[in-house]
């Protein structure tokens, strides 16, 4: 899968969902549930229990019916551990011009967790296909708005923060894509394994980012 289609996919969809799920059983069912809900555009964190798997088995289980990648990646091993599980792309919390250039090397769409502008130019010139704006809730729209001035051709998804009431107000600033944890896939109800609730939110949210890209 090219990096274009890739990037593609990630613009028709608008929204990732981003899962630290307690179990791999857990994080499987709730992606399940999402996907139900009509999200299909799934991050597994390497901090979920045995992240792999859930990612080999997904990859399995769904195909290119859904968009798979994993986060959280901060070694070099991770990154192979990624791709020889079927991630079509990776996204790290931070930026550190080694593991980012590791990143690119893969071949698979990369997303770099940036925050200030000196990290975003750098991680950009080195290839970053896609700015991850973390922690989103820190930063806010209007920080992003201000970075489209000096960065107009960067393309920035912000993660950390970001719900139903506020997604609008991402998109109005020119995002390709927001990433969302906790308000898409609230862990009380993966704990609780209430699936159908999540799928009810995951609805509603996917309706939301439809009415407002």
Avoid at 63 to 87: F, Q, S, V, W, Y
Avoid at 139 to 167: H, R, S
Wanted: glycine fraction near 12%; charged fraction near 25%.
């Amino acid at each position: 899968m090219k990096k274009k289609f890739v990037f593609g996919k990630i613009k028709e969809f608008g929204l990732l969902a981003v899962l630290r799920g307690p179990t791999d059983h857990k994080t499987f069912r709730a992606v399940e549930a999402l996907i139900k809900g009509g999200v299909k555009g799934i991050e597994i964190t390497y901090s979920t229990p045995n992240a792999a798997s859930v990612v080999n088995k997904l990859a399995k289980e769904f195909g290119e019916d859904i968009l798979l990648g994993m986060g959280t990646l901060t070694k070099p091993d991770h990154i192979r551990m990624a791709k020889d599980n079927g991630a079509k792309f990776i996204v790290s919390p931070m930026f550190d011009p080694k593991l980012t250039k590791e990143f690119i090397e893969s071949g698979l769409l990369t997303m770099v967790g940036c925050f200030t502008p000196s990290e975003i130019f750098a991680a950009y010139q080195l290839g970053a296909d896609v700015i991850k704006i973390f922690p989103g809730r820190l930063a806010g729209p209007n920080y992003i708005k201000d970075l489209k001035g000096p960065f107009p051709e960067i393309p920035f998804m912000p993660t950390g923060g970001v719900n139903k009431d506020n997604v609008a107000d991402w998109f109005k600033v020119g995002v390709v894509a927001v990433g969302a944890g906790g308000s898409l896939c609230p862990k009380g109800l993966v704990v609780g394994e209430e699936y159908q609730k999540i799928t009810e939110i995951a609805k509603e949210f996917v309706e939301v980012v439809k009415s407002v890209k």
